[in-house]
């Protein structure tokens, strides 16, 4: 007798690969997050408004985490986790604190992020 396929894994894909586009999706999540990097590398400090890189770092972390999980794909948990803390973060700066500085804290959330996603094969 024959094995039977599973009817779970319908899309014809095996289990644990991602499409292209899920993929694609991901890749463009790390160059955005690498690109805020590189903004806060290159412009001098004080450039931009204190709030603006956690809050960089919230609509990068959280509009991906949506995008994906409109799609069906599978969201990790880090993207919500560390997208909602940048969001508490930019929060924070503009209602409470404007003169907060979280660029240290956005820059090591990335790395956090971009290190479990190395790690895990996630974003």
């Excluded at 599973?6 to 894909?13: C, D, E, M």
């Excluded at 809050?55 to 997208?83: E, M, N």
Aim: aromatic share 12%; glycine share 10%; proline share 5%.
């Amino acid at each position: 007798m024959a094995k039977r396929k599973s009817s779970s894994n319908t899309s014809g894909k095996r289990r644990g690969r991602k499409s292209r586009a899920e993929a694609r999706v991901e890749r463009t999540t790390w160059f955005l997050m690498v690109l805020v990097f590189a903004v806060i590398y290159i412009l001098p400090e004080g450039t931009l408004p204190n709030p603006l890189i956690p809050f960089s770092g919230a609509v990068i972390l959280l509009g991906a985490g949506v995008y994906q999980f409109q799609h069906g794909w599978r969201v990790p948990p880090t993207t919500w986790i560390f997208g909602t803390i940048m969001l508490m973060f930019a929060i924070y700066n503009v209602s409470v604190d404007l003169d907060a500085n979280f660029y240290g804290v956005t820059l090591l959330v990335f790395a956090i992020v971009l290190g479990i996603g190395a790690v895990t094969g996630e974003t």
